[in-house]
């Protein structure tokens, strides 16, 4: 199959292009710098020069495709209503080109928030005004003869090269001379591992139904007291508990993240799709190290 990949130079869809690649499929992946360009390359597939804002040439892409993998998102929270606007724009576009075909389109979603303190699961649908729409916006597709599948990652998506939440964290660790953590540090943090999740794009790409929703999640939840406390370990600072309120001095925009309670189950996911987390959980992969060399380089 012949695969268009936005985001194919990013943490996850570098991932997922390297899965597709390893399995037979001819991979285009859309780059906007000559940097992510090079790296599409040299993993062995094509490259179309574009941004997410260049609706034309997203639906060159598409038409040019026997199946599309949505991945790429402009990770602002400075401007974060821009980017999801951008990312709607972007995915009626691809639909535009899609309508009808029932060709495959994989929508990048995520878990965080949709179901504060309790375990989420692939039945419960994302609110109509969650702050990023990509599921709800993906799943119109369906009633255009799209068969598009929603790909939800959970909070953290680790790995090597992980320049998300957790690189966050142990940078103001680092700073800061202490690895905290919100209160009693009870709430959880669902993750999955990039090259699990790699794998569980292409089996959607493969076989999902129109209309699927599926979590890449490898851990439930970590509680975050856990990350906090492997944090202290890596980087031999106390680890301490601050109150809540006092969690965006400390820990910046990251502040009311770090203190949501977000589970998420796989179940239905591992047991649809014969899908299962091979890769080390968040705890083991800190443990490695890895994450503490890149952050003292960096």
């Known amino acids: 199959m012949k695969v268009f990949v936005t985001g194919a130079s990013g943490f996850v869809g570098s991932a997922v292009v390297a899965e597709l690649l390893a399995n037979g499929h001819q991979v285009v992946g859309l780059a906007r710098s000559d940097a992510s360009a090079e790296k599409i390359l040299s993993a062995g597939a094509d490259v179309l020069r574009g941004s997410l804002e260049d609706l034309e040439v997203l639906q060159h892409g598409v038409k040019e495709a026997d199946g599309v ?14 980017a999801a606007e951008v990312d709607k724009q972007a995915i009626e576009a691809m639909g535009d080109i899609l309508a009808g075909t029932n060709r495959p389109l994989v929508v990048t979603a995520g878990t965080a928030g949709l179901a504060p303190s309790r375990l989420l699961t692939e039945e419960d649908a994302s609110p109509a005004t969650a702050g990023r729409l990509s599921e709800v916006v993906g799943l119109k597709q369906a009633e255009r003869g799209v068969r598009v599948s929603i790909m939800r990652l959970p909070p ?3 790995g090597e090269g992980d320049y998300g939440f957790v690189p966050v964290l142990i940078k103001i660790a680092r700073e800061k001379g202490i690895s905290a953590y919100p209160g009693e540090g009870l709430n959880r943090w669902a993750s999955g ?3 699990d999740a790699a794998r569980l794009y292409r089996l959607a790409l493969e076989n999902a139904e129109a209309g699927t929703r599926l979590h890449a999640v490898g ?4 509680p975050v007291r856990e990350i906090a406390e492997v944090i202290g370990r890596q980087l031999n600072v106390p680890v301490t508990s601050i ?4 969690a965006n001095e400390h820990f910046g925009f990251l502040g009311g993240f770090f203190g949501l309670d977000m589970p998420a189950s796989s179940a239905l996911t591992q047991q649809r799709f014969g899908w299962h987390p091979e890769q080390p959980g968040l705890i083991a992969d800190l443990e490695q190290g890895h994450y503490f060399k890149v952050a003292t380089e960096s």
Not at 219 to 222: F, I, K, N, P, S
Not at 243 to 246: I, L
């Open 219 to 222: 851990d439930e939840g970590v």
């Open 243 to 246: 109150p809540a309120e006092q």
């Open 69 to 82: 993998i949505h991945c790429g998102f402009i990770h602002d929270f400075s401007n974060y209503v821009h």
């Open 156 to 158: 953290s998506v680790h």
């Open 193 to 195: 591992h990039r090259l």
